[in-house]
């Protein structure tokens, strides 16, 4: 079986692996549904991971072999790394595609107006004040792909924008990208706040992925694609920053997002990317400063969450 697909077998001894803690998070009936399936959960993800391993091939760093990517309802917005005697095994969460193209689609609506010329393509333009939605349809939608996550509600078909599905894949790679840092760099796996060099593996790991990011998009392709691709890491961090305030509580595997947000800027400034970040500041900013108004939303909406790591004092 080629790297980059995922196997039965080592997706089973991925949920044999699983503590007592992560099973009751995850749910019984969850798992008995993998393991109806015969271990195969479904992998949206290959495409994404085609373009990681490509850019790494034009750096020449080789990926280990056995490395396999997928997708499994860890409930866990970060993802999850397994290894075992036949290689390494990442998943990211099964709600976690749905989340980010509602909240990427959201977003870029909410700033953008589009129209079609003659031929039919699509002409997006900066939306007058009068034109914007309305912050409270924005806020409400929002909360809703939130609440929506976190309840597991099953996934909808909503209608995406181009600029929105483009910030979405790069949030994507972001999220797979750190763990391919992690995995590159050889860093072993700790628990979190296991040593004191915790914050050092975060931020290297975080680090190659911003790398991968400005790799992966071709320098002469126009400004916007590339202020998207480098947006897509702040949406992300954004998005869980959110996800930790509605449901009151962290994942307790990574350092908080709005410190990661800070040292990711400066990670792009020192590479010289300081002007692609027009999207990350002018959109993904613009997020977090509506920031209470979303989780008030949501919480009227009577979520109930059960605690999985620690409170956050906010």
Do not use: C, K
Not at 4 to 24: D, F, I, N
Not at 25 to 38: C, F, H, K, N, Q
Not at 71 to 91: S, Y
């Amino acid at each position: 079986m080629p790297d980059g697909t995922l196997s039965g077998p080592a997706v089973r001894a991925y949920v044999e692996a699983l503590s007592a803690e992560e099973r009751a998070r995850i749910g019984e009936d969850v798992l008995a549904a993998v393991r109806a399936d015969g271990y195969e959960p479904a992998n949206p993800f290959d495409a994404v991971d085609a373009g990681i391993r490509r850019t790494l091939a034009v750096s020449r760093v080789d990926v280990p072999a056995g490395t396999r990517i997928g997708e499994f309802p860890h409930r866990g917005l970060h993802a999850r790394a397994h290894t075992g005697p036949d290689g390494t095994l990442i998943l990211l969460d099964t709600g976690l595609r749905p989340l980010l193209d509602r909240m990427a689609g959201t977003l870029v609506a909410s700033q953008l107006t589009t129209s079609r010329d003659d031929q039919g393509a699509a002409r997006y333009q900066a939306a007058l004040l009068q034109q914007r939605q309305q912050r409270a349809d924005a806020d409400s939608a929002f909360a809703a792909a939130v609440t929506g996550y976190l309840r597991r509600e099953p996934a909808t078909a909503d209608p995406q924008n181009t600029f929105g599905f483009f910030m979405a894949r790069s949030a994507e790679r972001f999220v797979l990208g750190h763990e391919y840092g992690h995995l590159l760099a050889g860093h072993r796996h700790v628990p979190p706040g296991g040593d004191a060099d915790d914050a050092r593996r975060e931020y290297e790991a975080d680090e190659l992925a911003a790398m991968l990011i400005l790799r992966g998009v071709d320098d002469a392709a126009e400004f916007r694609w590339r202020a998207l691709a480098v947006a897509g890491p702040f949406l992300f961090l954004a998005v869980e920053q959110l996800v930790n305030r509605v449901r009151g509580t962290t994942d307790g595997t990574h350092p908080p997002p709005a410190e990661r947000t800070v040292l990711l800027r400066r990670i792009f400034e020192q590479a010289g990317a300081r002007g692609l970040l027009h999207f990350a500041e002018a959109w993904v900013s613009s997020l977090l400063l509506r920031e209470s108004s979303i989780v008030a939303r949501a919480r009227e909406s009577g979520l109930q969450v059960r605690p999985e790591q620690g409170e956050i004092g906010r």
